[in-house]
């Protein structure tokens, strides 16, 4: 074969007419010899390293995880090269083949990125280099029994695009998490310098992140009504909602009526047991027989809930408006497509609802119980603070029960039983 190839043919030194014709390379053909220098050429082909260095081949996708599947192939094909048509890898990469492409990706990166452990960037860094030729750090758990990845994490640059590539990928996978859980995460495995800068970089450009994060629509708030800030008496200017129902002994419902002062912020509670129109006059006599006839009444007429939503819904209107104008009250109500008007009473219905859950829980109590707890109820909605309390040797705040009385301990101690 040797001969052949360095002499060629004795033929092709006789003229054209004496030249042999037909299929003549089939004649004193060694099979095996040709097998051995196909495998001599692809191993040649195999320990060229430009199959790997290739310095671009991380632009042709936009994902990290592509990005390691390309050179997990590419490796592949490398091994490929090496071995026997027989004993060639198939099939989808395997987790080790996944792992393998991951180093050595970060070793180009590396191999673009520095110059070597004695880098100017990284002066103050215990870097070192194994036997697969990675930077490392030495961190001070270097002696920790655990992976080696954790113990010596892989050293990154902050300004290489597969670096971005790879924190935008963790920060996907772990649930958009925000900077310093993604930091501690990457910590784990690699060593990315700058890399808390480098991270809030990544998380400020996710489009999902930035939706959810974006600074809302600030309005300014107008200014309040003549009836919020006018000089008046307690609950002269008042407004009303109901709340429930509430579950009494023996499956018997009840509702309760909240009236607030537009001025002070004053709250009073009424229990009632049904929701028509003589329950609610007669719960509205009880609140003026203890504070005093109002001006102004502001109300929910009930257009603006649906169905049952509105507890007031069902009451007669007429019959109260007019029960008012012999009082001499009169009765506002706000516009249909304009719940939040009612916003100064909803806050306060939503404090009751909030205390009436972590006392009552599941229990049902007997009408007198229920009073009794809708009375210390109000007394603490009237001794909550009007201003903001900084620290706790300040003079005492301004609250509700400042205008209602002068004895500010409500609370009154329990009866002890014994045995």
């Given at each position: 074969m040797s001969l052949r190839w360095w002499e060629r043919p004795k033929w092709?030194?006789?003229?054209?007419?004496?030249?042999?014709?037909?299929?003549?390379?089939?004649?004193?053909?060694d099979e095996d010899e040709i097998e051995k220098e196909k495998l001599k050429s692809m191993k040649s082909l195999a320990n060229t390293e430009n199959i790997i260095?290739?310095?671009?081949?991380?632009s042709f996708f936009s994902k990290y995880q592509q990005i390691v599947r390309l050179v997990g192939w590419m490796l592949r094909f490398k091994n490929n090269c090496l071995c026997a048509k027989e004993e060639r890898t198939r099939g989808e990469l395997t987790f080790s083949e996944f792992h393998k492409a991951e180093l050595k990706l970060v070793l180009m990166i590396q191999h673009e990125s520095f110059e070597g452990e004695e880098d100017k960037k990284l002066k103050g860094l215990a870097v070192f280099g194994e036997e697969d030729k990675i930077l490392r750090v030495k961190t001070q758990i270097v002696n920790r029994r655990d992976k080696e990845d954790f113990r010596k994490p892989m050293l990154l640059p902050s300004n290489h695009e597969v670096v971005l590539k790879l924190i935008e990928h963790y920060h996907k996978k772990n649930l958009h998490c925000g900077l310093q859980i993604l930091q501690n995460?990457?910590?784990e495995k690699f060593w990315i310098l700058n890399g808390r800068k480098t991270t809030r970089k990544v998380i400020s450009k996710?489009?999902?992140c930035k939706r959810f994060s974006s600074k809302r629509l600030e309005v300014d708030s107008g200014p309040l009504p003549e009836n919020r800030v006018r000089d008046a008496v307690v609950f002269q200017i008042t407004g009303v909602d109901a709340a429930?129902?509430?579950?009494?002994?023996g499956n018997q419902k009840a509702w309760v009526l909240l009236f607030t002062c537009a001025v002070y912020r004053a709250v009073h509670l009424e229990i009632i047991t049904s929701l028509s129109t003589e329950a609610f006059l007669m719960g509205f006599r009880r609140f003026v027989a203890r504070h005093g006839r109002c001006s102004t009444i502001y109300c929910d007429n009930g257009t603006n809930f649906v169905g049952a939503a509105n507890l007031l819904h069902g009451l007669d209107w007429n019959k109260i408006i007019s029960h008012g104008a012999i009082n001499a009250i009169e009765w506002k109500f706000n516009p249909p497509t304009a719940a939040w008007w009612g916003g100064w009473w909803e806050r306060l219905i939503r404090?009751?609802?909030?205390?009436?859950?972590?006392?009552?829980?599941?229990?049902?109590?007997?009408?007198?119980e229920m009073l009794t707890i809708l009375c210390d109820c109000e007394a603490l909605m009237n001794s909550r603070p009007l201003t903001y309390v900084s620290e706790s040797d300040q003079i005492l705040p301004i609250s509700p029960s400042s205008f209602l009385q002068d004895i500010k301990e409500w609370s009154t101690p329990d009866r002890c039983y014994r045995p």
């Open positions: 092709l030194t006789e003229l054209p007419d004496f030249w042999r014709h037909g299929n003549i390379l089939n004649e004193d053909i260095q290739c310095n671009r081949i991380y995460i990457l910590r996710c489009v999902i429930g129902p509430l579950f009494l002994r404090i009751l609802k909030d205390l009436l859950k972590r006392i009552l829980g599941q229990a049902q109590l007997l009408y007198e």
